[in-house]
């Protein structure tokens, strides 16, 4: 069974603390690697795709990266619009569906 | 930017009472998805529907639950029965054929009484 789990659970941060968000996956056969911002209240908003390991995708202020075992969310120098809950998913080369983790809840303080 | 459209946005409803929770999925989308979120937990998968059939479903996606595509735009959700534990946030998403990638729509929070 397709299995995603997140750590930490919940991270605190100061504005312009750089950290990182983990999501370690066991897949049949990955398909693909997502990750999702969702704010409180709202539908999860695409972030990035990865489908093998070894690559890497930017944007602004985020940066993830995957290997056969897990994948890093890096937060560079986060701002308070950051905050948010990040979510992990994957799917196998045999389904439709994601199957996510429960996430990291982000809070960056100015 | 093309979206997912949810309404409504939220639903309050008697306990056995059916709902049916609407979605517009984007417009050259041709896999449509409802996931369902209770408060604090995980994303959870209910089902997939491609070529107006279900492709896939789970173990939560019982008898009390069908999904249809009435027209060409609409993809919905019914419930037939609900019970207090079907309270949760419904989101419809939506993916291109042959891209695992899925758009979401904002949800829909269904409020069982």
């Known amino acids: 069974e397709d299995q995603v789990t997140q750590s930490p659970e919940a991270l605190r941060l100061q504005e312009g603390e750089s950290s990182s968000l983990n999501c370690s996956y066991t897949?049949?056969?990955?398909?693909?690697l997502f990750w999702y911002r969702q704010d409180p209240g709202k539908g999860p908003e695409f972030l990035f795709t990865?489908?093998?390991a070894g690559e890497e995708k930017e944007k602004e202020r985020l940066k993830a990266t995957l290997t056969k075992k897990e994948s890093f969310l890096h937060i560079t120098a986060p701002k308070p619009e950051d905050s948010a809950t990040y979510l992990c998913?994957?799917?196998?080369?045999?389904?439709?569906?994601?199957?996510f983790g429960t996430g990291t809840r982000l809070l960056v303080s100015p | 930017e093309p979206e997912v459209t949810q309404t409504p946005s939220h639903q309050v409803t008697q306990m056995g009472q059916e709902v049916i929770l609407r979605c517009v999925p984007i417009?050259?989308?041709?896999?449509f998805y409802w996931y369902r979120q209770i408060l604090g937990q995980k994303v959870e998968f209910l089902v997939s529907?491609?070529?107006?059939?279900?492709?896939?479903k789970s173990e939560i996606f019982d008898d009390q639950f069908s999904v249809e595509r009435p027209d060409g735009s609409n993809f919905t959700l019914k419930i037939r029965s609900t019970k207090l534990e079907d309270s949760a946030m419904y989101f419809c998403?939506?993916?291109?054929?042959?891209?695992?990638?899925?758009?979401f729509g904002a949800g829909t929070r269904l409020s069982v009484l």
């Open positions: 998403a939506s993916s291109e054929v042959n891209r695992a990638l899925q758009y």
């Open positions: 897949v049949s056969g990955l398909r693909g």
């Open positions: 990865l489908y093998s």
């Open positions: 998913a994957v799917a196998n080369t045999g389904f439709q569906k994601l199957v």
């Open positions: 417009s050259n989308h041709l896999y």
């Open positions: 529907f491609y070529n107006n059939e279900i492709s896939e």
